[in-house]
């Protein structure tokens, strides 16, 4: 991919910053920070760059790309802080960072664009990126693996979209546009799209021929009442923007259900020092902070004569089961001088859709006292990603 090969050689011709110029910028915002608080808090100069010329070292630090601005940008450092990997950010015009929790890693702040690119040109590592980027970017590379396909955040699809008007009101799907008896090839049905790679290869696919692909950077949903476009082709969320600009989807016009995922390069986790070992606890932090949102711990004393006799009542309510089964233990108290087990402490783990259901269940069968706790963490014995990841990988 010529943009890729271009990125790279810039990347290694112009040199990275250098030590001092670096150990400089942070000294320097020690005084001038706005938001990141204390003088402490500046990251180390990445390891790569110390006293080196980053031409002739071959760096040592594993790198992170997270977008640096967009919509994807906050929720990302969100997520990562949720997993108790707080990046470090000295100011947010510093394009370096670092995660304490993890050593010999690097977070570099890029466009999303720039870290699909950089992970092709072996200057990143790993990344957080929307698929849909990976998807465009990528161009089926091979190199780039998900490591982590479901981040559940940035959720949109890739979608065509007709207006819903004129010649297009009874247009309903992508076998119904293709019909149109006015696309020839003096004349093809024109699509305007940021998703240049995508589009064409999907129309290709679709077996659609008279087609042409122009592109705009943004606003996209202006192209068709503007007159430069009949159709477009971009994301969509709520599917506000396309409502207001009289735009309709149709059936089988989407490419592609996206969301945030961590991808590295495979040639990276394969070779690299240090990558395989920091996306394994990447992921398993991420799996199971993931695995526990929306997760609640719920706890609540029973009477009863043995564990047995409670774990029967409450297994005979179909939302107490927990995960594995609840645990139960005695309560011990003391009457009289002597420690005697009246009560039983139930705890079980509940969906935050079946929260109220339950505690109802337990109250029913005899169940006081219920404390209900969200969950941070969900720990597996094995993160199954992470067989996966392996597997791809060949190991
Ligand atoms: N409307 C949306 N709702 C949810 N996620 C979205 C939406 N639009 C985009 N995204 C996701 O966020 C990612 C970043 O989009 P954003 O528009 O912030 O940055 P960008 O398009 O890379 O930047 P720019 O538009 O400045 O080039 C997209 O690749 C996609 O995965
Ligand atoms: O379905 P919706 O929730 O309305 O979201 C869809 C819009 O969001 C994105 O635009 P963005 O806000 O990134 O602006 P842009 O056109 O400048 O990229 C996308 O390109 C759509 O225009
Ligand atoms: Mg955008």
Redesign the pocket.
């Known amino acids: 991919m010529a943009t890729s090969i271009e990125l790279h050689a810039f990347f290694h011709l112009k040199p990275s910053p250098s030590a001092s110029f670096l150990r400089q910028r942070s000294h320097h915002s020690r005084f001038t920070c706005r938001s990141n608080g204390p003088a402490t808090a500046a990251p180390s100069v990445p390891a790569a760059h110390v006293d080196s010329d980053p031409r002739k070292q071959e760096r040592t630090a594993v790198r992170l790309g997270l977008?640096s601005?967009?919509?994807?940008?906050e929720e990302t450092l969100t997520l990562l802080k949720n997993c108790q990997l707080m990046v470090r950010q000295v100011n947010p015009r510093q394009y370096v960072a670092d995660i304490p929790q993890l050593s010999n890693l690097e977070v570099w702040f890029q466009?999303?664009?720039d870290i699909v690119r950089k992970l092709q040109s072996g200057d990143l590592d790993l990344g957080i990126?929307?698929?849909?980027?990976v998807c465009?970017y990528g161009q089926g590379n091979e190199d780039l693996i998900l490591v982590h396909d479901e981040l559940e955040?940035?959720?949109?699809r890739l979608s065509i979209a007709i207006p819903m008007y004129g010649i297009f009101e009874n247009i309903n799907s992508l076998e119904d546009l293709a019909k149109m008896p006015q696309w020839t090839n003096e004349r093809p049905l024109r699509i305007a799209t940021?998703f240049t790679y995508l589009g064409p290869k999907f129309m290709k696919d679709k077996g659609l021929k008279h087609v042409s692909f122009s592109t705009a950077?943004?606003a996209l949903e202006a192209a068709p009442a503007m007159g430069i476009a009949d159709a477009i082709l971009?994301?969509?969320?709520?599917g506000t923007?396309l409502r207001e600009n009289y735009l309709k989807e149709i059936d089988d016009g989407t490419l592609l259900e996206?969301?945030?995922v961590l991808v590295g390069s495979k040639k990276s986790l394969s070779h690299r020092a240090g990558v395989l070992d920091i996306t394994h606890e990447i992921l398993e932090r991420l799996e199971a902070h993931l695995r526990a949102t929306g997760q609640y711990t719920v706890t609540a004393n029973m009477k009863g004569n043995n564990a047995e006799e409670v774990a029967e009542k409450v297994l005979g309510q179909a939302s107490l089961s927990g995960l594995q089964g609840p645990t139960i233990s005695p309560v011990y108290c003391k009457y009289d001088g002597k420690v005697k087990v009246e009560y039983y402490a139930i705890v079980i783990c509940v969906p935050r859709k079946a929260l109220y259901k339950s505690v109802k269940q337990l109250r029913s069968i005899g169940g006081s006292g219920v404390l209900v706790s969200p969950l941070t963490y969900i720990f597996e014995e094995e993160t199954p990603r992470w067989r996966r990841l392996l597997e791809k990988l060949g190991m």
């Open positions: 977008p601005k967009g919509r994807m940008a466009r999303p664009k990126v929307g698929l849909d980027t465009e955040y940035g959720d949109c940021g950077d943004g971009d994301l969509v969320s709520s923007t996206s969301q945030a």
